[in-house]
């Protein structure tokens, strides 16, 4: 046995009330301001009548203050980085020690752990492509799109416009955002079994209730953010964004931005 599975079977429980508290604070709380801001390229025009205006507006400002925040880079790493990796390292254990028994025991709850595993390798695949394509601009091919702070709304929309390839795109950040809102939803019920919280079958199923239906708003802030861009103008996009920066616009530089 190595010193670090021995670590680990010493440490199981401990181990895992970690993993299950990590995968809720901060990663899945996380998942409500992202997915929310995400959204507010469709609901940001209520109470702007309803124009492509407030949604730009909206967004770009959300964007605006994150990229002010102090010390982002920490807070990234630490508050998030950090985090995910932990989570990701041991559920990975956790996952190829335990065993898939859908075969045998075709149970709801089986089901529900077998799907729990799948959506965390996708999910953490989708997380690190989206990071990096954020933070470093990798594209991996001009799967992940090329984002542009200062032009949040216009460059996210051309990148989900492009094409087959752009649908393609779409569809491949349904997957991701499912996955993780399934896994976060999931977890929560979970996690709520392993701290001993719901410990009859009708607390959790009452708690199953609970964690569906927040699976279910953050889907469709997910959902509500993909078809924003997906049928935004992103000339007009670009029109809102440069004057946001009390930019002279000109067509030739709409023109070349939104090519």
Known sequence: MSDATSFIDKHYLLLRRLHSISGIVPIGLFLFPHLTTNSSIVW???????????GVETFQHEVNFIHSLPALLLIEIFGLWLPIAYHAILGIYFARTGRFNTTRYAYQSNWRYTWQRLSGYIALVFIFMHVASLRWGWSFGGLMPGFDPDHAASTTAIHFQDGSWGLFAALFYLVGVSAAVYHFANGLWTAAITWGLTISAT?????????????????????????????????????IELEMQETPVTESEVAVATR
Do not use: D, K, M, S
């Open 44 to 54: 940001g025009r209520v109470g702007h009548g309803g124009g492509v205006a407030g």
């Open 203 to 239: 607390a959790q199923q009452r708690w199953g209730y609970a964690c569906a239906g927040i699976g279910a708003l953050l889907f469709g802030a997910g959902v509500t953010a993909i078809v924003g861009f997906a049928t935004l103008n992103p000339e007009e996009a670009r029109v």
